[in-house]
């Protein structure tokens, strides 16, 4: 009878938080991601030839990205939860739109590492200051869902930059890509501004009833988290605990096998397809399709059965698989590239469920700080995923890159199998 009263309550409640919190988070994390992945496309449209870069410096410039990346995490974690993380993104902005218009005015391959190491300090906070404000807004029924529609920005980014890089570069050259993209930056800061608040408490939009609802519902979580799921501890205690490092490990195979995949499919489309940079574009479009199909799908599944393991642990398993039948059939070149399709199905499906993980066992006050850590370290596959590719496939062939990064996935589906059992909601798991 509890369960029913609270439930009915909870959809009675008004949801205007779906609406005024997650479309400007999701913009947001739109063009953070275009912004990061435009390089993939500017490379084969020309920058290569012009800045004379090869494979192993073009994996470089594509992952040093991630070594800035970690600068900013575990600040922006902490600003969110104790301070104004609205105001860190609206300043970020504003440090994406200059560099990205400065990287179209790069001249050599010094300048575009300078310029990508930049970017990469620019972005880093804004993962885990994002995924605090969704901790903020939805409480822990709704926040797989919430954290899927966020993570989303990468298969819409995806949709977006494929076949606007393209059009782009083909009827202007690559450096206009950059300064488009900057200048979608600053629009986006405009509407960011007027449009997001850092809590309930402070949005003057929401009304009582809501803001009541998630005061009452965020704190009482909270509650029970301390009382059952983890004592009260630092951040620096968090980092000695093993689950605090499993759950990094994950995340760095994970993003490995990512950005490998997403900063090089477009190299790999053209050299299966043998089509120039516009046919490529449209091509890299149905990866992304499927990824919001797949995030939708996973993320409702691990929601309705309280199971966060194991819908973290089968989109890695199904990634790693597509990622080895993309090279096994490449003799058939759209069998390969269905399976490339796969594995746009599964590269973000554990995303939204990985990042509901840490709230359950994490105190709050370590938690922004917890996903920082685990989101910097764990990014630091976004720079060996690329850069080792680079070089595999300058030393031996593409398809020893692409199962190298099949081997990460793999390694991050058995991992996810061990994290502990209080992951999931127990309440939900055995209905």
């Known amino acids: ?11 009675a409640v008004p949801a205007m938080r779906w609406l005024r919190i997650v479309p400007p988070i999701l913009i947001t994390c739109i063009i953070s991601y275009m912004d990061r992945v435009n390089i993939a496309f500017a490379m084969p449209g020309g920058m ?19 070594i800035g990346y970690l600068f900013l995490q575990v600040p ?38 300078a310029l990508r190491f930049a970017l990469g300090v620019s972005e880093g906070g804004m993962l885990p200051v994002v995924l605090t404000m969704i901790g903020n807004w939805f409480p822990d029924a709704e926040r797989g869902r919430a954290n899927a529609i966020v993570i989303m920005f990468v298969p819409i980014a995806g949709i977006l930059t494929a076949p606007l890089s393209g059009w782009i570069i083909t009827g202007w050259d690559w450096r206009m890509l950059f300064f488009v993209e900057g200048g979608m930056s600053l629009v986006v800061m405009a509407l ?24 009452k519902t965020l704190h009482d979580e909270q509650l029970q988290i301390k009382g059952q799921n983890t004592r009260k501890a630092s951040l620096r205690q968090v980092m000695r605990e093993p689950v605090m490092w499993r759950l990094i490990m994950v ?36 990866p992304y399709v499927g990824a919001i199909f797949g995030m939708f799908l996973f993320s409702s599944l691990s929601d309705a059965s309280g199971r966060r393991r194991l819908f973290v642990t089968l989109p890695l398993a199904g990634f790693a698989l597509c990622m080895a039948l993309s090279v096994v059939l490449k003799a058939h070149i759209w ?71 099949a081997v990460s996935l793999a390694l991050a589906s058995l991992l996810a199998l061990t994290l502990p059992a209080r992951c999931d909601n127990a309440r939900k798991a055995f209905v």
């Open 335 to 405: 069998w390969s590239y269905a399976a490339l399709v796969g594995c746009g199905v599964f590269i973000q499906s554990a995303a939204g469920v990985f990042w509901s993980i840490p709230p359950r066992l994490f105190n709050a006050e370590v938690a922004g700080g917890a996903r920082g850590v685990i989101n910097a370290l764990g990014n630091l596959g976004g720079f060996c995923g690329p850069y080792m590719v680079g070089v595999l496939i300058a030393e031996y062939s593409k398809d020893a890159g692409v199962y190298s990064l």
């Open 1 to 11: 009878m509890s369960l029913t009263s609270t439930t009915d309550t909870r959809d």
């Open 76 to 113: 922006g974690g902490r600003l969110a939860v104790y301070g104004n993380g609205k105001r860190f993104i609206g300043w970020s902005l504003l440090a994406w739109a200059v560099i990205s218009v400065l990287t179209g005015f790069a001249s050599n391959h010094y300048q575009l590492l």
């Open 192 to 215: 960011w501004h007027f449009t997001i608040s850092n809590r309930p408490q402070e949005a003057k939009w929401i009304s009582a009833a809501e803001k009541q609802y998630l005061i």
């Open 48 to 66: 290569d030839a012009d800045l004379g870069i090869s494979a192993s410096m073009a994996g470089l410039a594509g992952g040093i990205f991630f």
């Open 251 to 286: 995340n760095f195979f994970y993003q490995t096998g990512i950005y490998g995949y997403t900063l090089w499919l477009p190299t790999i489309l053209k050299e299966l397809t043998h089509g120039n940079i516009a046919q490529v574009g449209w091509l890299a479009i149905l």
